[in-house]
């Protein structure tokens, strides 16, 4: 519910101020939600592969493609607008409830499914990583204690780097597709 109504308050963007606060909605939505459950199956691995494929196709889309034209577009609007910095103090505020709803939502998976070596420690570093990145993308400070990469962020890497398996074309399903070196940092 809370995500929605991130959504809902700026989908009019009618100010420049709304806009942003719309962009930090979709950087949220592409870049925080939703990395706890793709690395729990990836921890699963061969365990449910047609699940572990359709996730890794989803979460390459989101953090490769949406969340770079997402922070994009935040940058874009910071750079070219004045921004209230009660507008800038919001988008913190929305990083930080993007971070509570997600390691609730990993505290419902460790509790109903757990999985050996998967803690709340874990996911809070994980999660406190990933959110800080996503401030920087941004080009805000990051606001979370940052760790050393985890386990959990390893495996989100090493799945979203599906465009380099290399494979014998006649025996394989397409799997990739070519992506563009188009830099959105240009912007």
């Keep these: 519910m809370k995500i929605a109504e991130q959504f809902a308050s700026y989908i ?100 109903n499914y757990p999985i050996m070596g998967l803690t709340e420690e874990l996911m809070e570093q994980t999660v406190h990583n990933y959110a800080n990145d996503r401030l920087k993308k941004i080009g805000l400070n990051p606001i979370f204690t940052q760790s050393s990469t985890t386990y959990l962020q390893q495996l989100v890497t090493k799945h979203l780097n599906i465009n380099d398996i290399k494979s014998n074309f006649f025996e394989s399903n397409v799997s990739n597709y070519a992506k563009s070196s188009l830099e959105l940092d240009d912007f």
Excluded at 33 to 60: E, H, N
Excluded at 81 to 104: G, R
Aim: no cysteine.
């Design 12 to 111: 009019g963007g009618t100010s420049v101020d709304e806009m942003l606060l719309s962009a930090m909605a979709s950087v949220n939505l592409e870049g925080v939600y939703f990395l706890l459950g793709f690395s729990y199956i990836y921890t699963l691995g061969d365990k449910v592969p047609g699940a572990r494929d359709m996730i890794q196709f989803i979460a390459r889309d989101e953090l490769n493609t949406h969340l770079p034209l997402f922070a994009n577009i935040f940058k874009t609007i910071q750079k070219e607008n004045k921004i209230a910095t009660a507008t800038i103090d919001k988008s913190y505020e929305m990083m930080q409830d993007a971070v509570e709803i997600e390691l609730e939502y990993g505290k419902y998976l460790l509790k």
